[in-house]
């Protein structure tokens, strides 16, 4: 039997493809790594701004037990999450489409020191 976690991972680089036929379609001049001007800094900010809606819908919850997302579910957000944290080891590692490589994880320029 399949383990619930893995399969979570399976339906998130699902949703992962899906949406990537979208926001990086061929037909586009849009590349990933667009999205992404600072880099990880970039990928953390969405980290943070998808944890602060959470935070704010399940307190919603907590203290009305009537009340229901209009829109994402909690679910679909935790796996946003997931996603959003493998673009920033992705991108960390240097692999995202478009990345330079002469830029670091923070989307910098390297530098190469001055020998002489």
Known sequence: MEKE???VLNE???????????YQNPNSR???SDYYPRGVMSIMELINTKTIRL????E???NDPTYEPNFE?????LK???NYSSF??????GKIEGQSKNHDFLNREIVKGDDS
């Open 5 to 7: 976690s893995i399969k």
């Open 12 to 22: 998130c680089a699902d949703i992962q493809l899906k949406k990537s036929r979208d």
């Open 30 to 32: 849009i590349k990933q």
């Open 55 to 58: 935070w704010s819908i399940i």
């Open 60 to 62: 919603a919850m907590e």
């Open 73 to 77: 579910s909690i679910e679909d957000s």
């Open 80 to 82: 946003d999450l997931i």
């Open 88 to 93: 920033a080891v992705a991108y960390s590692r």
